[in-house]
């Protein structure tokens, strides 16, 4: 069982480790190229807050949405089944449409969500990269040796990143 990890009887998948893990990364690294003022962040840090809690209950309860027949012949299959890969599709597709709404009922700057959404995703990419082997073997014994071609890509995306950063500063 080397892709969980036992915490007593809760099994927890390390691949949603490292998607919670290059989330809070992609966070961070919004916060820290941030220059705008704080109502706009609080805005913003609200957008991504809602659109995460969506994705994650529509994702969730997307086996129960596909076939409504499962509430009453396995209702507790709603706890514990996962999502799959229609369920990521619809969680992604409704928490869009969300973001959407309320970005244009609230008047935020399209110009600025489209850059933290940038920012964001280069920061999130950047540590994922860094946990997820896709290009090569490991090189060492130890999970802190990565292939040359993920650092590679890790560092390539940190760099776009500072870059896209810089460009917003300049543009606003």
């Known amino acids: 069982m080397g892709d969980v990890i036992a915490i007593g009887p809760l099994l927890i998948r390390t691949g949603w480790m ?10 961070l690294f ?11 962040r609080r805005a913003i840090e609200q957008l991504f807050i809602d659109g995460v809690w969506i994705y994650i209950l529509v994702w969730k309860l997307s086996p129960a ?79 802190l040796f990565f292939s040359p071609s993920d650092l590679f890509i890790s560092i390539a995306a940190l760099r776009i990143g500072h870059v896209v950063a810089d460009w917003a500063k300049e543009a606003d």
């Open 18 to 27: 490292i998607w919670f893990v290059a989330g809070v990364g992609g966070y």
């Open 30 to 40: 919004w916060r820290a190229v941030w220059t705008d003022s704080s109502e706009q």
């Open 65 to 143: 949405i596909a076939d409504p027949s499962l509430l009453w012949r396995n209702p507790l299959g709603v706890l514990y089944l996962p999502g799959g890969s229609k369920g990521v599709l619809w969680g992604m597709a409704a928490s869009a449409v969300m973001i959407i709404f309320r970005t244009y009922s609230r008047n935020i700057s399209w110009h600025v969500v489209a850059n933290s959404f940038i920012a964001v995703y280069l920061g999130a990419h950047f540590i994922y990269y860094l946990f997820e082997r896709q290009y090569g073997k490991l090189m060492g014994h130890s999970s």
